[in-house]
């Protein structure tokens, strides 16, 4: 009996590991939110948040301006859409009732990793994704980087630079 239920157990896991989402698979599901606007499929290089914490050849997409209902929609697919994905992946996480902000990544090859960060705040009224590549050191600058919610909305990363 215990090696049926070990062998139900091996089966049942690799199924569910084999139908994650890829991080590809995940922003197009944010574009394919009904009146997704905003920047899709901006490069992210030269000097600005992303770039600065080391994201290179990324896609960006966003949308300001829910009102009313809509932000209830835009959050709970952020919401689904982060718990398709490998739960082993996640870099940084913070949930609350109304801010959503994750961040994954997963090794591609030697020093490089995929990184895939999603944002919603029903108070600012912002959704966003981001997809791109990231280096292993900067990706361990991210570990250890601090979330901190915004009066007005939304989730501050802090990177921490100052060691003691």
């Not at 009224?125 to 600058?141: E, M, R």
Request: aromatic share 10%; hydrophobic share 45%.
């Amino acid at each position: 009996m215990k090696k049926f239920l070990l062998l139900i157990t091996l089966v049942l896991g690799r199924v569910l590991s084999v139908s994650a989402l890829t991080y590809e698979e995940a922003f197009d599901s944010i574009k394919a939110i009904p009146d997704m606007k905003g920047v899709d499929g901006t490069e992210i290089s030269g000097h600005n948040d992303f770039a600065s914490i080391g994201v290179t050849d990324g896609q960006l997409l966003v949308w300001q301006g829910e009102r009313g209902g809509q932000t209830e929609v835009y959050g709970n697919t952020i919401y689904k859409i982060i718990g398709e994905l490998p739960a082993s992946e996640i870099i940084q996480c913070r949930m609350s009732d109304s801010a959503i902000f994750a961040i994954f990544a997963k090794p591609i090859s030697n020093g490089s990793n995929r990184i895939i960060i999603f944002s919603d705040s029903a108070y600012a009224g912002f959704t966003g994704a981001l997809i791109g590549y990231i280096s292993d050191d900067a990706l361990n600058s991210l570990r250890t980087a601090i979330l901190v919610p915004r009066q007005v909305g939304g989730t501050a990363l802090y990177l921490n630079v100052m060691n003691f």
